[in-house]
C-alpha cells in the first residue's frame, strides 16, 4: 500500500478509518489488508523499540463491540503472527485493559492493540498501540505507517491463545475498590445498600456492572445498554453527547439511583449522574476528580484542557487549595504534561479533559474511564458512610450560566498558517484595548471581570482541521452575548474565516 494512502489513516497518536460501507459518501479505507500490513509494521517497530528479536515478541490483541471489530482483529493477528510474533487473542476488551496487559503479572506483554474508534459511528474503527510506556506518540504512529508503505498482506497462523483479559483487570479494580472503602460493613460486599446505574452504551462497559458493582454488592437494577452491539442502536456511546447524558439522567431518576456512570465504547471516558439527575460533566467531572484527590495530595497541579473555565480555576484553587495548569486540548498532550511535570518534581495526580478523558498518576498515568468510575464509586461509599452525598464534594463549584462554542472555517489552502496570523492579531487588538489576557498554551485567552460582563472566551486552531473554534462562558444571563460581540470585534476583517 502506498504512504500516502496509509498515512491518511493517522489521527493523532491513533490509526481511524472508515472500516466497512454505511454512511453515503464514505468509501472504506481502513480495511483488513491495511490492519494487516500496519501491524507488521508495529512488530518491527516495537522489536526495536524493546531490542527483542520479532520472534520473541509477545503481543495481545483485544477490540471493542464494533461490527468491523472481530474482522480487522483477525487480519492484525495473523498481520503479527506471519512476523513470528506470539499472539494472544483479548477477545471484547477494553482500551485501559489492552494496556493494564503489558503491566499485569499473568500477561506482561511486550505490546499490545486495541481495535476501535472511541465513539465514532458504527462504520468506523482503528487501532490503539501501546507498549511498556503507554500508549505511542504521534511520531510513532507516523513511522508505523511509514514503515507500512511498500508491505504485502500476509497471514501466519489462524489460531491464537485467548485469554480472559477482561476478567482479570476487573479483579484488579474490584481489589481497589475492598481496599480504599473505609468501615464497611462486609469488606467482602462493601456496596451493599448502594443502587449504581451504568450506562455502557452498547460498547464494551458492560462488564462493568456484572464483573464489578453486582459482586461487591451494588444494587445496579435499571442499568442499560450493556450488551454489546456494534451498530448502537440506543444512543451515541459518548458521555458528551445529549441524548446519551439524557439516558443516563433517565435511568438515575427513574431507579432512584444513588449514581449513574456512563462509559464510552472503549471505557477510556466516563461521566457521572447525581442522584437528582445533575450530569457531571466538562468542568464538573475534573472537579469532582480533583476533590477526591485533593486530601491525598494536598497543593499539587491539576493538568486541563484549555477549554476549561474560569470557574473550575477559582474551585480548585481556592476552594481546594490545588493548583490549576491549564493546558492543551489533546488527551496525550495533558497527559503528557502531568508526566513532565511529576518528571521534574511538581507533584501533578490527574490530567483530565472537559470530554471526561482522565488520567491519573497513581494509574499509570491511563485515561481510564473505569478506574475513574472506580475512584468515584469509592468516594460516594466513604461519603454515604459519614451520612454526606457524593455532590457535597463540588457544591462550591459555581454552576454554568452561559457558554457557547461557534466553530469558525478557514476557507484556504494554507489553514495552519492563516490561523496563527488571526491569532497574532486577535492578540494584538486584544492588547492594544487593554484586556486580560491571562497566559494560555493554546490560542488566545481573555478573562472579563468588569461590571458590563463577567466570564471569558478562547480562540484556537483546531487540532486537525481548517477551523478555528472559539469557545465562550457567561457568568451571568446575557455575559455570553456581549463577549461574543467582542470576540466579533476582534475577528472583523478577516476574510478568510466563515461561521
Not at 503472527?81 to 506482561?108: H, L, N, Q, R, W
Not at 513532565?340 to 474511564?369: C, Q, W
Request: aromatic letters at 6%; a negative charge; glycine letters at 8%.
Amino acid at each position: 500500500m502506498e504512504t500516502k494512502t496509509l498515512l491518511k489513516l493517522q489521527n493523532g497518536s491513533d490509526v481511524r478509518g472508515i472500516a466497512c460501507e454505511g454512511i453515503e459518501g464514505e468509501n472504506v479505507n481502513l480495511t483488513p489488508e491495511a490492519s494487516n500490513v500496519i501491524a507488521q509494521s508495529f512488530a518491527s517497530w516495537l522489536a526495536k523499540k524493546t531490542g527483542k528479536a520479532v520472534a520473541d515478541l509477545r503481543v495481545g490483541v483485544g477490540r471493542d463491540s464494533r461490527i468491523t471489530g472481530e474482522a480487522l482483529a483477525n487480519a492484525v493477528s495473523a498481520g503479527l503472527s506471519a512476523c513470528g510474533v506470539s499472539v494472544v487473542d483479548c477477545g471484547m476488551a477494553t482500551t485501559p485493559a489492552m494496556f493494564m496487559s503489558i503491566v499485569f503479572d499473568e500477561t506482561k506483554f511486550d505490546g499490545s492493540i486495541m481495535i476501535t474508534a472511541s465513539h465514532l459511528p458504527f462504520n468506523r474503527n482503528g487501532l490503539k498501540f501501546f507498549d511498556k510506556d503507554g500508549g505511542l506518540e504521534h511520531e510513532d504512529i507516523t513511522a508505523i505507517l511509514e514503515g507500512a508503505a511498500g508491505l504485502s498482506e500476509k497471514s501466519g497462523s489462524t489460531e491464537f491463545k485467548k485469554f480472559d483479559l477482561i476478567s482479570l483487570y476487573a479483579n484488579h479494580l474490584v481489589k481497589t475498590i475492598k481496599s480504599e472503602i473505609k468501615g464497611a460493613k462486609n469488606p467482602e460486599k462493601p456496596l451493599s445498600g448502594l443502587k449504581i446505574v451504568v450506562d455502557a452504551g452498547n460498547g464494551a462497559g458492560g462488564f462493568f456492572v456484572s464483573k464489578i458493582l453486582d459482586v461487591l454488592g451494588a444494587d445496579t437494577k435499571g442499568s442499560q445498554f450493556l450488551e454489546p452491539d456494534g451498530m448502537f442502536p440506543n444512543h451515541i456511546p459518548n458521555p458528551e453527547n445529549a441524548k446519551a447524558m439524557e439516558a443516563i439522567q433517565n435511568a438515575v431518576l427513574k431507579n432512584k439511583a444513588d449514581l449513574g456512570l456512563i462509559f464510552d465504547t472503549d471505557v477510556d471516558r466516563m461521566s457521572a449522574v447525581f442522584p437528582d439527575g445533575t450530569e457531571v460533566n466538562r468542568d464538573a467531572i475534573i472537579a469532582l476528580s480533583a476533590a477526591i484527590l485533593a486530601p491525598q495530595y494536598p497543593g499539587s497541579t491539576i493538568i486541563t484542557d484549555s477549554v476549561t473555565s474560569d470557574r473550575l480555576t477559582r474551585f480548585l484553587e481556592k476552594e481546594l487549595g490545588l493548583k490549576h495548569h491549564c493546558f492543551k486540548r489533546g488527551y496525550k498532550n495533558v497527559i503528557n504534561e502531568c508526566k513532565r511535570l511529576n518528571a521534574e518534581g511538581i507533584v501533578s495526580p490527574l490530567a483530565m479533559e472537559t470530554s471526561g478523558h482522565g488520567a491519573l498518576k497513581d494509574n499509570f498515568y491511563l485515561d481510564d474511564g473505569a478506574f475513574l468510575a472506580v475512584k468515584i464509586t469509592i468516594a460516594l461509599a466513604n461519603a454515604k458512610s459519614q451520612g454526606k452525598e457524593l455532590a457535597s464534594l463540588i457544591e462550591k463549584l459555581e454552576p454554568l450560566v452561559e457558554a457557547k462554542e461557534l466553530r469558525y472555517k478557514i476557507n484556504c489552502e494554507d489553514f495552519s498558517a492563516y490561523g496563527d496570523s488571526v491569532l497574532a492579531e486577535f492578540k494584538k487588538r486584544a492588547e492594544a484595548a487593554n484586556m486580560i489576557l491571562p497566559k494560555s498554551y493554546e490560542g488566545v485567552r481573555i478573562s472579563f471581570q468588569d461590571e458590563d460582563k463577567k466570564g471569558w472566551l478562547l480562540l484556537r486552531k483546531s487540532l486537525h482541521d481548517p477551523v478555528m473554534p472559539l469557545n465562550i462562558e457567561g457568568e451571568r444571563a446575557g455575559d455570553a452575548k456581549k463577549i461574543l460581540q467582542v470576540a466579533e470585534e476582534l475577528l472583523a476583517g478577516f476574510d478568510k474565516l466563515s461561521k
